[in-house]
Nanobody, 118 residues
Framework: QVQLVESGGGLVQPGGSLRLSCAAS????????MGWYRQAPGKQRELVAT???????NYADSVKGRFTISRVNAKNPVYLQMNSLKPEDTAVYYC????????????WGQGTQVTVSS
C-alpha cells in the first residue's frame, strides 16, 4: 500500500499563488507516476497535472502556463506550484499515485481545499 498526504491548501486572492505538497510513504518503490487531480463542488474529479518516473509532465489545458508539477527526487515529495490563480481553480485538490501494476491512478490522498476568492 501507498499512503499520500497533501498539504499547502488555503484561501488566496485571485492572481495569487499557492504551493501544494504531497508526501508518499509505504511501498513507494511500486509507484511509476504521480499527479494532482481536483474536484470542484458539483463537478467530476479532473486531471490537473501528472509527472512520470522519467520526469515527463502533462497538464490540463486550463492550467498550462500557470501550474507546475515537480518533485525533489524520483518519487517523493511532489509539488504543485500554482500561480495566477483564478476563482475557477477553487476545488479540493488530491494527490494521486499510480503503481506499475495499474493502468490508472490507484492511490489517493485525503485532499486539500484551495479557495480562490477576494
Amino acid at each position: 500500500q501507498v499512503q499520500l498526504v497533501e498539504s499547502g491548501g488555503g484561501l488566496v486572492q485571485p492572481g495569487g499563488s499557492l504551493r501544494l505538497s504531497c508526501a508518499a510513504s509505504g511501498r513507494i518503490f511500486s509507484i511509476n507516476a504521480m499527479g494532482w487531480y481536483r474536484q470542484a463542488p458539483g463537478k467530476q474529479r479532473e486531471l490537473v497535472a501528472t509527472i512520470s518516473l522519467g520526469g515527463s509532465t502533462n497538464y490540463a489545458d486550463s492550467v498550462k502556463g500557470r501550474f507546475t508539477i515537480s518533485r525533489v527526487n524520483a518519487k517523493n515529495p511532489v509539488y504543485l506550484q500554482m500561480n495566477s490563480l483564478k476563482p475557477e481553480d477553487t476545488a479540493v485538490y488530491y494527490c494521486a499515485a499510480k503503481s506499475y501494476s495499474s493502468g490508472s491512478f490507484n492511490y489517493w490522498g485525503q485532499g486539500t481545499q484551495v479557495t480562490v476568492s477576494s
